[in-house]
């Protein structure tokens, strides 16, 4: 292997890469004009020193980090594969936490099949978390897809931890969004932005497979909500929040 192959492999370059994309969504933040709606929600929470799991859709989440209340601890869901690396330094940067391993599966009789990617230890890892008061980020849609359709493991995960989750969604109207499974939004500087938080939702521990699904739903109908809502906000009424590239 060359010296420059080495170098692109190695943790120095990771390191920079992800200073490098954490320094540009701090710019995002900075220059943006966010108009924030119920933001209460949110602060109840955290005046209460109270966890919760904040939910967004994949692709939609580049800059909701640096809307999170710098005293109180998060950790966000990062895989330990692909790109995981360069993420979890991004997120080291950005002052939020993370805890390694794969979206947790449908249905709770599956995460053996998960042990490989690590979905059983990073379930544990995020209920024990929100036991000890820190709050958790996570995607409801899991890889490859369909995007924007709501697993059942986030509502596991709420219904074991006994939290609640909490939709929320950010975007900003100068924005590129990439062709890919989850049509990853790389959102701009210097532009109108919004950030939507949605109403509660909590999961009795002895919730059915029925009231399972309806949460689920539930979750799904709630982030499809603030997506919208954000969208409109930056003047994209009726955009479409499905898969496509586009420059904007």
């Not at 904040?54 to 601890?73: K, Y």
């Not at 979206?103 to 709770?108: A, C, H, I, L």
Request: hydrophobic content about 45%.
């Amino acid at each position: 292997m060359s010296i420059a192959k080495k170098f692109l492999k190695s943790s120095a370059f990771t390191t920079f890469i992800a200073w490098l994309i954490a320094l540009f969504i701090k710019l995002v933040r900075r220059t943006g004009r966010f108009e924030i709606r119920r933001g209460e929600i949110a602060a109840s929470f955290w005046a209460d020193d109270k966890p919760f799991v904040a939910a967004t859709w994949h692709g939609q989440n580049m800059i909701l980090p640096t809307f999170w209340h710098n005293w109180r601890e998060m950790r966000i869901l990062v895989s330990r594969h692909g790109d995981g690396e360069i993420v979890a330094g991004v997120m080291h940067f950005l002052g939020v936490g993370t805890i390694r391993g794969a979206g947790v599966p449908k249905g709770e009789e599956r995460l053996h099949k998960q042990k490989g990617k690590g979905g059983a230890g990073a379930l544990r890892a995020m209920v024990r978390a929100l036991g000890e008061n820190i709050s958790i980020g996570l995607t409801a849609d899991l890889p490859p897809g369909p995007a924007r359709q709501a697993g059942e493991g986030i509502v596991m995960l709420a219904r074991l931890s006994g939290r609640p989750i909490v939709p929320v969604a950010a975007t900003t109207r100068a924005r590129i969004r990439l062709n890919n499974w989850d049509s990853f939004t790389i959102n701009l500087p210097f532009s109108r932005g919004a950030l939507v938080w949605g109403e509660p939702i909590y999961v009795p521990r002895d919730a059915t497979p029925e009231e399972i699904e309806i949460a689920r739903q539930r979750v799904e109908d709630g982030l499809n909500a603030v997506a919208a809502e954000a969208e409109e906000i930056c003047g994209r009424a009726g955009a479409s929040s499905g898969q496509g590239a586009a420059a904007h």
